[in-house]
T-cell receptor
């Protein structure tokens, strides 16, 4: 069966510290992968998407970067976190066009 | 620019009753898809229902159905026989054909009352 793993579920990090959030997909190959951020009272905002290994498209200029070192692995990173990076981060994948499967999310609080 | 608007930040419904969540959108594309996603307190987003814009027939999934009015750019979700497990945040989303980017609304928080 197809599953998506996202971790950690909760993270508290000081300003200026690095960040690494990982997402892995099982049970499928060559998925499209996505990172979204959800702010309180707002919808989801697409941050990055990837259609293949090493292929990353950025939607929003920001303090974050993404990488796809393996077919089913998608990593969201930052060298130095800002307070404004706090939020709920969701990883998602799709094979069938337009149908996303989301991970369980990471609540990031930058203090 | 493409937009999705959900004008009802919060709604409540009695168990077993029917509720309709509103969504309007704006796009200049002719081929697109519309979705409703549910985000329960566990926070994992779950696809509820999907509608292809070229299909005139409204999509249905068990107790969930949509009223898709293409000319009016309206895409409402009807939940029949509401259950306590339907309590969640509901997001309407638009995806233009040939793109990967969902445009999400701001969500409607639905609470089903016992």
């Amino acid at each position: 069966s197809q599953t998506i793993h996202q971790w950690p579920a909760t993270l508290v990090q000081p300003v200026g510290s690095p960040l690494s959030l990982e997402c892995t997909v099982e049970g499928t190959s060559n998925p499209n992968l996505y990172w979204y951020r959800q702010a309180a009272g707002r919808g989801l905002q697409l941050l990055f998407y990837s259609v293949g290994i090493g292929q990353i498209s950025s939607e929003v200029p920001q303090n974050l970067s993404a990488s796809r070192p393996q077919d089913r692995q998608f990593i969201l990173s930052s060298k130095k976190l800002l307070l404004s990076d706090s939020g709920f981060y969701l990883c998602a994948w799709s094979v069938q066009y337009g149908v996303y499967t989301f991970g369980s999310g990471t609540r990031l609080t930058v203090v | 620019a493409q937009t999705v608007t959900q004008s009802q930040p919060e709604m409540s419904v009695q168990e077993a009753e029917t509720v309709t969540l509103s969504c309007t959108y704006d796009t200049s594309e002719s081929n697109y898809y519309l979705f409703w996603y549910k985000q329960p307190p566990s926070r994992q987003m779950i696809l509820v229902i999907r509608q292809e814009a070229y299909k005139q027939q409204n999509a249905t999934e068990n107790r969930f159905s949509v009223n898709f009015q293409k000319a009016a750019k309206s895409f409402s979700l009807k939940i029949s026989d509401s259950q306590l497990g339907d309590t969640a945040m509901y997001f309407c989303a638009l995806l233009s054909s040939g793109t990967y980017k969902y445009i999400f609304g701001t969500g409607t928080r639905l609470k089903v009352l016992a």
